[in-house]
């Protein structure tokens, strides 16, 4: 099967052939003709099977063949869970609709509001929102939602697991009763049937995955190591195996910093990503990783979905999460639209509990691999320790007192200008 198949206009295929892609995933070739007919769609959908163009292509498709609107207010609106997805989703749409007369704008928390009032008063035809800060924009009445005949709720089981259900309904009371509905989900919980059942019309349900199943062509292993040994293990991991790219996880925020401090310690270039970051420093640590100038990111579940990174090889979880479905999120950035990839969890005894959550809910044991043997670490001044920037030149500093060489102090003022919830 190819694109032509599936009844996209030239527009859409020649910007599809621009970016190498000539046959649809599975969720694209089910989902496309569906939504091209009008009908409301509820998808599972596992990350990286290629829903966003799935949606987008027909989405924009639509859209273009309306000739006669041309107002100010959004036509579609879709609603992410965090900033990095709104951003992904918004490039997507960017790319695929490059040779179509429409506007787009993707508003997020954690940035000035002004620009986004001025984009959203010029008019825009496609909205990508989290759910915070466009209900922020329609109560100070910068945007008219009731225009809007497409919705799509992307990865609403993570709009639901991080509070948003009170903000989306607000949302959809704003919108239009005769409207599209997409709706996508990695996992169907009971809360995910319940707002599939008041929002959808007789839906059509695409299950392309077996439900909360591992992504397939990810390489999966666990290493049992203690506590106080996870870092040394982690270290060895990188600098033995020469590993150009790994995205890690942690649980929390504080012990994101610290891992990059230490790993920097050791002479792995490092940078830190999660809530308490400003957009514009969660924006560059992830321009850093993709390009190479970072090999280790370390990450707090805000990464674990709407990160598209080509080719991720390796993922680690230094922490195990404590939601079994969240394993899924997290190793699913790797071993994406059919590229292999290598899932290694440090398993501490603590965490043997939820290991067995993981294991009982992908249906399979996790292979057990060997402890490498953890070599010295490296000379302190080998390789200078920082918290790599390196989209600021660099300056030559006075050498601290060694012992406290890699300490830094957070910056409180850009920790506590950010809002507590990811899309506000």
Known sequence: MSFETLGLKPELLRALS??????????????????????DILAGAQT????????????????????????????????????????????????YGKYLRLRWAAIFGGVSINPQIDVLERGVDVLIATPGRLLDHAQQENVDLSHVQILV?????????????????????RLPRTRQNLMFSATYSDDIRRLAQSLLHQPLEIDIARRNA?????EQHVIAVAKEDKRAVLS???????????????????????LARQLEEDGIRTAAIHGNKSQSAR???????KSGAVVALVATEVAARGLDIHELPHVVNFELPN?????VH???????AGASGTAISLVSNDEAGLLKDIERLIGRSIARMQQPVIAARPAPNATPPRHHEPTRPHQARPQPHRHRSHQRAPNRSSQNNERRRGGR
């Open 236 to 258: 060895q991991l990188i600098r033995g195996e020469q590993w150009s790219q790994v995205l890690v996880f942690t649980r929390t925020k504080h012990g994101a910093n610290r």
């Open 330 to 336: 997290r190793i699913g950035r790797t071993g994406r």
């Open 323 to 327: 939601v079994a479905e969240d394993y």
């Open 18 to 39: 621009e970016r190498g892609y000539n046959t649809p995933t599975a969720i694209q070739a089910r989902a496309i003709p569906e939504i091209l007919n009008g009908r």
């Open 214 to 218: 591992a992504v397939e062509s990810v």
């Open 48 to 95: 990286g099977s290629g829903k966003t163009a799935g949606f987008t292509l027909p989405l924009l498709q639509r859209l273009s063949e309306d000739t006669n609107a041309r107002g100010r207010a959004p036509r579609a609106l879709i609603l992410v869970p965090t900033r990095e997805l709104a951003a992904q989703v918004g490039e997507s749409v960017r790319s």
């Open 283 to 289: 924006v560059r640590a992830l321009a850093d990783f």
């Open 153 to 173: 709720l992307d990865e609403a089981d993570r709009m639901l697991d991080m509070g948003f259900i009170h903000d989306m309904k607000r949302i959809f009371k």
